[in-house]
């Protein structure tokens, strides 16, 4: 048998003191063995890891890169939103095109090789930011699989228009439909109209949800209530719900059996919800980060995701999912090995899950989707945040990091 392309002395996840080779072929993972036949490529990997690679669940390309164009001087929620309103005004199709791409390339060299982007519809922007996005997914699919959530960030029932515009999305080839109803006058009445909307189109949904520190009600009991409703266990995901940070340990846990029952998937956006939550306090700041590993503890498909990249609700990011899981182990103080494993999986395997990929993962017959890091384990990607020094997408090299190098005198 003869390959395309064999990665040669590759260190496989879990497997810290054996190496293999991969062979590829037509795309595909043809065979791991511990030594494979001559290829067209080889490609000698001197026992660096080889994983998956990684899946951004939650990002907004449509709105990255605006920082220059925001005033941040409450670092608040609804500042952010109003911000970004105002922003949004001026974009056109051109303008978001060439910043998406620049947040799309950074994600595609810091290893992301499939992401679900959010993108705003309402009545100002209409349909410009979809339209650039998916003009995007063509063009980018060499290196990265993109999908697109459409929802309604400035609210539904609240802003007239805004429903016939989803669908429009919808019809024309949105992926999949988000909601925002902490945005809305009417939160219950939005999430059930994201339903219906979902319903029709058959479509999954992922709502941004419960951001805010106050544990005394919230919007996801109803979205549970829905789910179970709709027999829609498996295709619900929601984002942030940092009411569950402020919740003791007992009560999470509670929560966290229901929404494994009910089938609702949590993404956690550790950069955003650091920025803007908490900001009651001047001392003694709460950290709003709920625990995802916790809820992924207790049955819960779990993402870290990095929302958003240079603007009022995130004025930092390099689109690289790997310090997102890093400050997410900072943040939540993990310290043991299983931890770092647990968050290597929440932007791996387990944020494959919670988009409903098919054939994700390193086993024989799956697409070539991998990334090669210089360290020995999962566990040290994390820790010691290594950057990728190579991609492969459906086995063609879709990029490459030079190491570092010391100019010793
Ligand atoms: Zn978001």
């Given at each position: 048998m003869s390959f395309d392309l064999v990665l040669q002395a590759a260190r496989l996840p879990g497997e810290p003191e054996s190496l293999v080779d991969i062979g590829i072929e037509d795309?595909?993972?043809?065979?791991?063995?511990?030594?494979?036949?001559?290829?067209?490529?080889?490609?000698?990997l001197n026992g660096s890891l080889v994983v998956p690679g990684l899946v951004e669940t939650h990002i907004h390309l449509d709105k990255s890169c605006i920082l220059e164009r925001c005033s941040i001087h409450e670092g608040s929620l609804q500042e952010a939103i109003a911000e970004t309103a105002r922003a949004k005004l001026a974009f056109t199709e051109?303008?978001?095109?060439?910043?998406?791409?620049?947040?799309?390339?950074?994600?595609i060299a810091n290893g992301t090789m499939h992401m679900r982007t959010h993108v705003e519809v309402d009545p100002r922007v209409g349909l410009k930011g979809f339209r650039a996005v998916r003009e995007l997914a063509r063009s980018y699919a060499w290196a990265i699989d993109l999908e697109i959530c459409v929802f309604p960030q400035e609210g539904l029932i609240n802003d007239p228009g805004s429903e016939e515009l989803l669908e429009e999305a919808c019809q024309q080839g949105a992926d999949l439909i988000g909601g925002c109803p902490y945005a809305d006058t009417q939160p219950l009445e939005h999430i059930a109209r994201i339903f219906a909307i979902a319903r029709r189109f058959d479509l999954d949904i992922d709502f941004h949800l419960d951001f805010d520190l106050d544990a005394s009600w919230m919007h996801l009991d109803e979205v549970v209530r829905w789910t179970r409703l709709a027999g829609y266990g498996g295709r619900v995901a929601v984002g942030h719900v940092s009411k569950l940070s402020a919740l003791p340990s007992k009560r999470q846990i509670e929560i966290a059996r229901e929404l494994a029952d009910a089938g609702v998937a949590v993404t956690v956006l550790p950069a955003t919800d650091l920025f803007l939550m908490g900001r009651d306090s001047d001392y003694n700041v709460?950290?709003?980060v709920t625990r995802a590993d916790r809820l992924a503890q207790h049955g819960v498909v779990c993402?870290?995701?990095s929302n958003n990249v240079l603007n009022a609700f995130t004025p930092f990011g390099d689109a690289s999912l790997l310090r997102i899981a890093n400050l997410y182990a900072n943040v939540a103080q993990l310290g043991r090995l299983a931890d770092f494993q647990r968050c290597f999986d929440m932007i791996t395997a387990a944020a494959a899950k919670l988009m409903n990929l098919k054939g994700y993962g390193l086993a024989v017959g799956n697409p070539a989707d991998l990334l090669v890091l210089p360290c020995r384990s999962p566990a040290a990607a994390v820790t010691e945040l290594c950057p990728p020094s190579m991609g492969f997408k459906a086995g063609r090299r879709s990029f490459s990091r030079p190491p570092a190098q010391l100019m010793r005198p």
């Open positions: 795309g595909r993972i043809a065979a791991i063995a511990p030594s494979l036949p001559e290829a067209v490529e080889i490609e000698p051109e303008d978001i095109a060439q910043r998406a791409r620049r947040t799309l390339e950074r994600a709460p950290r709003g993402s870290l995701a």
